[in-house]
């Protein structure tokens, strides 16, 4: 084969992945929310007085400043780390893949060091607003614990990434990606028997509600669980998890302490429930395989400057890379979660047909959590992995001039 027909046989098996991706892309982007729907504006000061909507605009303001920190401090400390962390090679015995998973240790224990007074700071931000309860000690020694946890993950990645590059060298991401995509799948799997989930008790009403609202969306009874997190924390949430025989509703006990009516919670119910409708933990891991695959193609890329993921040597800027690189990815992952979770929205309209209740815990989300209904553009780009408050309230008042209530 000349030349110039691999040169042209490497363009269509490109042209073919490529269209493959934007056909997968396309279909995952496909929501149940009309196409057509327009939202309109909402002033906020209709439904929470000035004071709070100023404490809410200060609150995440300041949150952000941190949230700016956690994002691109990583980036400036891996860069460093990048440039000079093979000068902590020295002389070691454990092999290159022990090696390279030393180095990657190390930098993560960098990284905690260089962002500990930027987590502290936040953690005082949120003690200060009454939304956490974690002591500063405690949350030292929690995140120093759970270091523990990334370094057998990082471990684990070094041993994958590298064992493959030393089989198939600067092709080990053909490998490599199908089983970081696998091990997302298990993780998403167990993760409902991981999360310290308990029976709801002194609420039967609601698991009534559950399987009434699971029938009216057609999705079979789901296990209604609660997550008790009250010694930690203030802030409300619940969740969808789980794959087939795993699935379950976790609800925050935070959420059942008499700060939300019974009609706001089935809302949430019946929000959790279109996730599993919708099939969106199926859709989020088909999301991140979409990206798994060419971000380990251009880290492999990247790092053939350092000899390839088969050295020890490469491993510092693998760190860099795959940091930076989802970091790139961040704005259109937070795009892919708004339109599914404003879809679960659209759903809970419809399951529920009360635009009321869903009005109600909008408004009661920005009392209990403090955050900006409104905030400003790039907010919802950088951290925005729901729709704002006002854009969910828009939504409910669309719903209601479709469909009247």
Not at 95 to 114: D, E, F, Q, Y
Not at 128 to 145: D, F, L, N, Q, R
Not at 190 to 206: D, F, I, K, R, W
Not at 231 to 248: D, F, I, Y
């Amino acid at each position: 084969m000349t030349k110039s027909s691999r040169r042209l046989l490497g363009l269509l098996i490109f042209g073919a992945l490529a269209s493959g991706w934007i056909w997968a892309a396309r279909a995952l982007w496909q929501t149940s929310v009309p196409a057509n729907l327009k939202l309109p504006h909402v002033d906020m000061s209709a439904f929470v007085s000035s004071s709070e909507l100023h404490r809410a605009q200060h609150f995440s303001f300041v949150l952000d400043l941190f949230g700016l920190a956690g994002l691109f401090l990583p980036l400036v400390v891996l860069a460093l780390y990048a440039k000079w962390g093979h000068r902590f090679m020295g002389e070691s015995a454990a092999g290159p893949i022990g090696t390279g998973m030393l180095l990657a240790m190390l930098g993560l224990a960098i990284l905690w060091m260089a962002m500990l007074p930027s987590n502290l700071g936040e953690l005082w931000w949120l003690r200060h607003y009454g939304i956490e309860k974690t002591g500063y000690a405690e949350m030292v020694i929690g995140t120093w614990s759970a270091l523990g946890a990334e370094f057998l993950g990082i471990c684990l990645t070094i041993l994958i990434v590298m064992g493959f590059a030393r089989l198939l060298g600067n092709y080990w991401w053909l490998a490599g990606a199908p089983v970081f995509v696998g091990i997302a799948l298990l993780v998403t799997f167990v993760q409902p028997y991981m999360s310290g989930l308990q029976p709801l008790e002194n609420h039967s009403a609601l698991v009534q509600a559950e399987k009434r609202l699971a029938k009216t969306e057609g999705v079979g009874n789901i296990p209604l669980k609660v997550e008790n997190v009250g010694t930690q924390t203030t802030a409300p949430n619940a969740e969808a998890m789980g794959l087939g025989p795993s699935r379950r509703i976790g609800i925050w006990s935070t959420m059942l302490d008499g700060r939300f009516s019974e009609r706001e919670l089935e809302f949430v119910i019946a929000h959790e429930l279109g996730h599993h409708k919708h099939k969106d933990l199926w859709k989020g891991i088909g999301w991140y395989a979409l990206f798994a695959f060419p971000i380990a193609f251009l880290i492999a890329q990247l790092t053939r400057r350092r000899g390839g993921m088969a050295m020890p040597l490469a491993v510092p800027l693998f760190l860099f890379a795959w940091v930076g690189l989802s970091t790139v990815t961040l704005p259109i992952d937070n795009a892919f979660s708004r339109r599914i979770e404003a879809a679960a929205d659209w759903e809970a309209l419809q399951a529920t047909r009360d635009p009321q209740a869903g009005k109600a815990l909008f408004v009661s989300f920005v009392r209990t959590t403090n955050e900006d209904p409104n905030p400003p553009a790039w907010d919802p780009i950088l951290f925005g992995n729901h729709p704002t408050a006002a854009q969910r309230i828009a939504m409910v008042e669309a719903w209601q001039k479709r469909y009247g209530g």
